[in-house]
């Protein structure tokens, strides 16, 4: 089978890779094995194409600092792309995205596929001015129910959507490597968020002021923020407004994967992820794989690991209460080592290979 797959986000580029494209290549470092995958993806400065990590890239778009322009050089020339090409593959696969309008909903020369990552809604309003808020708002709404075919990372999402159920609409989540199941479960003296730089989404403004709360009890425990993305810059200038000796405390690594992922993700305290929206963060089955107490926002997308007891929350946007739930587990390391094990139970049905496999079946019934 050949598969096309739009890709909006790719490794290299300088806006950043998240767990759209961490759950791409996931996926097809075992469904490459089988069929010729190719990845359509945003040009980025120095993108060229050709196979990377096993896996055939296009890339198309305007290479530019702006990531308007990017996006949407991207949607247009993506679209023309599958227009004029599309018949050369038995399936095409689309990352949806409001801010990526490539109107592909109506092609039907081979069976088209929405991968649909989450929902955002009213919170555009917040991030964007009102204008460009209400486009994005009303795409969201309307474009994902035009399309055949649809897959979506959880149930939440069809939800908000108002998605009628139907024969050709799967709901797949995101998963781990299995070596994190396998990682010696340790502790050092560090928090830890890891996932992309993107202030607006992740809140990591928020972060930054519950571990002055937290350093004021607990000065030798560190925070790790782990990831990169477009914020990079605004991140370094909220960490330059610091106490010298917070900001001493607080270190950026940058992206890191495979070993060094493991590495942080084994040994961290607590794994925290404050974010106002999400879907289902990858960071947080990681996380749990590797036996690590988590804290997440109270959003609707991650109550359930809160009610099955895998993770604790705190009230979403309220630093005080992000602040609280870390020192409470802080002190109380029986309840870590408890929600760490559960985790990494619960984990066990969510590897890649598994859901490769239910994400590939549902491909071939196209």
């Known amino acids: 089978m050949k598969i096309l797959h739009l890709l909006y986000e790719s490794k290299g580029d300088s806006f950043g890779i998240g767990g759209v494209g961490v759950r791409a290549y996931e996926l097809y470092k075992f469904i490459g094995k089988r069929h010729d995958v190719t990845l359509l993806c945003k040009k980025y400065k120095g993108a060229k194409d050709g196979v990377i990590e096993g896996i055939k890239h296009i890339f198309c778009g305007i290479e530019s600092n702006s990531l308007t322009v990017a996006l949407l050089s991207y949607a247009l020339l993506a679209s023309i792309y599958v227009r004029l ?218 109550e359930a690991a809160v009610k099955t007891g895998l993770c604790v929350s705190f009230k979403s946007g309220d630093y005080k209460s992000l602040a609280a739930q870390i020192m409470n587990l802080l002190k109380d390391q029986e309840l870590r080592r408890t929600l760490g094990f559960k985790g990494r139970q619960w984990a066990y049905d969510y590897h890649w290979e598994k859901l490769s496999a239910d994400f590939e079946n549902f491909l071939v019934t196209l």
Not at 124 to 145: R, S, V
């Open 85 to 302: 090409n599309g018949h050369k593959y038995d399936v095409i696969i689309e990352e949806f995205s409001p801010a990526i309008p490539t109107f592909l909903y109506s092609y039907r020369k081979r069976p088209l596929v929405a991968q649909i990552q989450g929902f955002t809604g009213w919170r555009y309003f917040g991030k964007y001015n009102p204008l460009y808020a209400f486009i994005l708002f009303a795409f969201e709404h309307i474009f994902p129910k035009l399309y055949k075919n649809l897959i979506l990372v959880n149930g939440v999402t069809a939800k908000r959507l108002n998605l009628p159920q139907k024969k050709n609409m799967a709901i797949i989540p995101n998963g781990i490597d299995e070596t994190l199941l396998k990682a010696p479960v340790a502790e050092s003296n560090y928090i830890l968020f890891l996932g992309r730089i993107d202030i607006h989404t992740k809140r990591l403004d928020l972060l930054i002021k519950a571990y002055e709360d937290v350093y004021k009890s607990y000065p030798e425990v560190k925070l790790v923020i782990a990831g990169d993305g477009r914020d990079r810059e605004k991140l370094n200038a909220i960490l330059a407004e610091l106490d010298k000796k917070v900001r001493n405390n607080i270190s950026l690594p940058g992206w890191v994967e495979k070993e060094q992922k493991l590495e942080y993700l084994s040994n961290a305290l607590i794994v925290v992820l404050p974010s106002q929206y999400e879907v289902q963060p990858i960071t947080v089955t990681e996380a749990l794989a590797a036996g690590r107490a988590v804290v997440v926002s109270d959003i609707e997308e991650l």
